[in-house]
Antibody, heavy 120, light 107 residues
Framework: QVQLQESGPGLVKPSETLSLTCTVSGGSISSYYWTWIRQPPGKGLEWIGYIHYTGTTNYNPSLKSRVTISMNTSKNQFSLKMSSVTAADTAVYYC??????????????WGQGILVTVSS | EVVLTQSPATLSLSPGERATLSCRASQSVSSLLVWYQQKPGQAPRLLIYDASNRATGIPARFSGSGSGTDFTLTISSLEPEDFAVYYCQQRTNWPPTFGQGTRLEIK
């Protein structure tokens, strides 16, 4: 059974960089699409971006200038960095497996989510 | 960016009743429409992909239909554990986008 677990600081100061890591167990990261999605408290879901197992990335245009997703295959992890955060970036951040080359952008496996609050 | 509009915003029904949830796209997404269920404090759970294909382990009371711009998620007979928020998501255009959700509540 594939499992994902987010980790990182739960509190980030405005203008600083948010850094999260997703550790994947029960399967190799060297396949599939891997993605980050966020959900502000009480609101809907927003796709942040993905990294393909080949290393290709793609980001939501609304966040592209501030986001970097990378992967570490030796640790079976992928990571999110978001710079210049503001209070509007306060959200639960989820990592998820987002399908394969045929059925892509379909999130079958999710982490439990991590609440990141942006506040001084 | 494709905008997905879900209706109704809230649906109040009783266990055993049939639920019909709608998702309308601002442009055609072919059949590349996905449905998720989310309960409080939990990650979303994949229910249906590509409009009508149930994900692994999803009960048969959940079904999806539609193509182009109009899609429906039907729960044939509501169980107590089905009361949750449901989101649709399109995977045709980048970035994938979600609807705002339909809250299914116990009447």
């Amino acid at each position: 059974q594939v499992q994902l677990q987010e980790s990182g600081p739960g509190l980030v100061k405005p203008s600083e960089t948010l850094s999260l890591t997703c550790t994947v167990s029960g399967g190799s990261i060297s396949s599939y699409y891997w993605t980050w999605i966020r959900q502000p408290p009480g609101k809907g879901l927003e796709w942040i971006g993905y990294i393909h197992y080949t290393g290709t990335t793609n980001y939501n245009p609304s966040l592209k200038s501030r986001v970097t997703i990378s992967m570490n295959t030796s640790k079976n992890q992928f990571s999110l960095k978001m710079s210049s955060v503001t209070a509007a970036d306060t959200a639960v951040y989820y990592c998820a497996r987002a399908g394969n080359d045929t059925i892509y952008y379909v999130m079958e496996y999710w982490g439990q989510g991590i609440l990141v609050t942006v506040s001084s | 960016e494709v905008v997905l509009t879900q209706s109704p915003a809230t649906l109040s029904l009783s266990p055993g009743e049939r639920a019909t949830l709608s998702c309308r796209a601002s442009q055609s997404v072919s059949s590349l429409l996905v449905w998720y269920q989310q309960k409080p404090g939990q990650a979303p759970r994949l229910l249906i992909y590509d409009a009508s294909n149930r994900a692994t382990g999803i009960p048969a009371r959940f079904s999806g239909s539609g193509s182009g711009t109009d899609f429906t998620l039907t729960i044939s007979s509501l169980e107590p554990e089905d009361f949750a928020v449901y989101y649709c998501q399109q995977r045709t255009n980048w970035p994938p986008t979600f609807g705002q959700g339909t809250r299914l509540e116990i009447k």
